[in-house]
């Protein structure tokens, strides 16, 4: 029997088909344009856990497929729920596009995109002013349009179409952008709206290909193979989709638009399982551009709600994006036709040293001990047009939790008339606007239960007074997120603020709440003015924190149909109910991301830049859970005793020092290591 959190099979997505044909729900004009599992709800997943641990027969909640379906002939949308087990449609229901919005992007929209617009005559005469004549040279970026107030954009599919033009088959296009032209199409009527020009007429002609020998010079040779071995296997184990590794276990799932997510995260000490968090994703992000200029002042993309991030995931290679000892795992999404679609090597896992875990040299024992620092690695990587993402959650040793978002590719670029207070000028005549990456990540969080809280920790200078005459104490304020409304917060790094995440029903040997604590990286959020469209229809990124009472169906930051919304959906909706949030069932989510100036050194491709959080347990464990960690074979030396001799140290006369040096400084040579491995690199070209 499969477990109600398990990720949809090929079969029961043809199965999901041929239950909404029967249904008469699908048409030749049909797309299916989100598929998922719609997962029950967590006390329902419990009760199934339980009884399948005490060897009964569980009671499987109802397989339930949600899915938008968009008809092109009609522009209906109808989002549906379906029960697998019964084979009924159970719900539908008929959604309002002007109100609610669109479905995501679509793959044949853009061949249509691109076919509508070569035939425009007035979009052609455009890039003719430009010089651009040859349109088997230009290959046109539909990009999702926002919604910016044209009338007969409501209730229309309209894409804002970009031109680049790529000068030979391995050209890199974004290096030529055919700027100060941009198309307002409809994609269902199949017409352009208009065609908007600014003075911009030059197309930059500097080549950005960086395979290009001409380009990128002659390779490095000083450069020797790292190689990782594990020669005894990994350890971890990965069966049915639940990761085991050092405590933890972690079942792991996949869907087309988020992309990994993770379920049933958990600790275990000694016999007791402990669970942490329920699921966590990476809900939504935007991408906003801060140039005005009429042909890029609209940009502002959903990648996970309008692009959808799981069906854009690329197939690892090993030595490439994945080093080690590695297991892969295949993952299945859906396409446009309601069929299965299976993108092999989707999932990475492996582990990782990750240098000193903790050390001391003891000067009154005369002892030293060290131990290494290692973490699980389960990741993906999509690649969004220009833009390629990574997310990396690391599971650590000792209780920590990390989320890490990589953005490499290409710089969205644009051409400039000279003026460029708003992108960088990455060659004389090749621009890059300012532009953030905001990500939500959505953390159904179960810290030892159901019931949980969150508190606001900030720093506090403390004057001298009677009870600090010295003026060196230091305080802490603490307060209570008890409502929905009051827990919209944003980070303070003057203040050191934290987020503790705690267990309302069991506390430690302290009489503390068992706890998790969140460290925000508190860069900027969303930089748009107030009153502007992407900051209605992203307000989820207006701060860093949200903490929301759980709700099954409550799972999208920016909304379900984020394409073309008018704005106010998702988390600012949730919030507004203003449900309590002090003891219960809460989801805590954390916008995190970039503000991103490009530089000079991310042109022709960008190295990669980070983004992220970090979860620590705050008390959760009674005292270091690592001290088992032992010293493996070939590191007997990491607690050896230290070579004593007599010392002044900081503690005084007859403290101890250790007496040997691994380098010798006089030469500075030091000894080395070599393991054996292959080098599987040249899969990474």
């Known amino acids: ?89 159970v719900s539908r229901r008929t959604l309002d596009p002007v109100a609610e919005g669109f479905g995501p992007t679509l793959d044949e929209d853009f061949l249509y995109a691109d076919n509508i617009l070569k035939e425009d005559a007035e979009w052609v005469a455009a890039l003719a002013r430009r010089g651009v004549t040859d349109l088997t040279t230009v290959r046109t970026v539909p990009l999702s349009a926002g919604v910016f107030g044209y009338e007969d954009e409501v209730g229309h599919r309209v894409y804002r179409v970009l031109a680049f033009q790529q000068k030979y088959a391995t050209d890199s296009a974004w290096a030529h952008p055919i700027d100060g032209v941009v198309a307002h199409l409809d994609i269902d009527a199949k017409k352009v709206l208009r065609v908007v020009e600014t003075p911009v007429t030059h197309v930059p002609e500097e080549s950005g290909d960086y395979r290009d020998p001409e380009v990128r010079g002659p390779e490095r040779t000083t450069l020797k193979p790292i190689t990782i071995t594990q020669p ?123 240098g000193i875990l903790w050390k001391h040299r003891d000067d009154f024992s005369g002892t030293s001990e060290t131990r290494r620092q290692r973490r699980l690695v389960v990741s993906f990587f999509v690649t969004v047009g220009n833009y390629d993402y990574g997310f990396y959650w690391y599971l650590y040793l000792d209780g920590t939790i990390q989320l890490e978002g990589k953005a490499t590719g290409i710089v969205f670029t644009s051409g400039h008339d000279g003026v460029t207070e708003f992108a960088t000028k990455l060659t004389p005549e090749l621009g890059a606007p300012v532009h953030q990456h905001l990500f939500c990540a959505r953390l159904d969080v179960s810290i030892d239960g159901l019931r949980n809280h969150v508190d606001e920790l900030d720093v506090k200078r403390l004057p001298t007074s009677d009870t600090n005459p010295w003026g060196n104490a230091i305080g802490r304020t603490r307060t209570r997120l008890t409502a929905e409304s009051a827990a919209r917060r944003d980070a303070d790094g003057a203040l050191g603020r934290v987020w503790e995440i705690a267990s309302s029903d069991r506390v430690n040997r302290v009489g503390a709440p068992t706890a998790f604590v969140l460290y925000p990286e508190g860069k900027p959020t969303l930089l748009t ?95 270091n859970p690592t001290l088992d960690v032992p010293v493996l074979a070939g590191s007997d030396s990491c607690h050896a005793p230290a070579t004593p001799h007599p010392v002044i140290g900081p503690y005084g006369a007859g403290a101890h020092a250790e007496g040997s040096a691994n380098n010798d400084l006089s030469t500075g040579t030091s000894p080395s290591q070599t393991a054996p491995g292959d080098d599987n690199s040249a899969a990474c070209h």
């Open 529 to 623: 003015a107030p009153d502007s469209s992407s900051r209605r229809r992203a307000g989820f990124a207006a701060h860093h924190l949200w903490v929301t009472q759980y709700e099954r169906d409550e799972l999208w930051a920016g909304g379900y149909t984020v394409n073309q919304h008018p704005g106010g959906a998702g988390l600012p909706a949730y919030a507004a109910q203003d449900r309590a949030i002090d003891g219960e069932d809460i989801v805590v989510w954390h916008t995190f991301g970039l503000t991103h100036y490009p530089r000079l050194e991310d042109w022709p491709i960008m190295p990669v830049d980070y983004a992220g959080f970090t979860l620590k347990p705050h008390g959760f464990f009674d005292r």
């Open 232 to 354: 005894e296997g990994v350890s971890f184990t990965l069966e049915d989709g639940v990761l085991s590794w050092e405590g933890w276990r972690v079942r792991v799932g996949f869907n087309g638009r988020e992309g990994l997510t993770l379920h049933q995260l958990s600790f275990t000490q000694g016999e007791e399982e402990r669970p942490i968090i329920h699921r966590a994703s990476v809900s939504e992000m935007v991408v906003n551009y801060g140039d005005p200029s009429p042909t890029h002042a609209w940009q502002n993309y959903f990648d996970v709600g309008e692009y959808q991030f799981g069906r854009l995931a690329n197939s690892l290679e090993l030595g490439c994006d994945c080093l080690g000892e590695i297991t892969y795992v295949d993952a299945v999404v859906v396409d446009d036709d309601g069929a299965p679609r299976t993108i092999t090597n989707a999932i990475c896992i492996h582990e990782e040293d990750y």
């Open 1 to 89: 029997m499969r477990h109600p959190l398990s990720p949809l099979t090929s079969e029961e997505i043809i199965a999901h088909r041929e239950i909404l044909g029967s249904d008469g729900l699908v048409a030749p004009s049909t797309r299916f344009s989100y598929v998922m599992l719609r997962e029950p709800d967590k006390t329902q997943v419990l009760r199934y856990d339980r009884e399948t641990a005490a060897g009964e027969q569980p009671e499987a909640p109802a397989r339930e497929i949600t899915a938008l379906l968009t008809d092109l002939a009609t522009g209906s949308l109808v989002q549906t729920i379906t029960d697998l087990t019964s084979r009924t449609v």
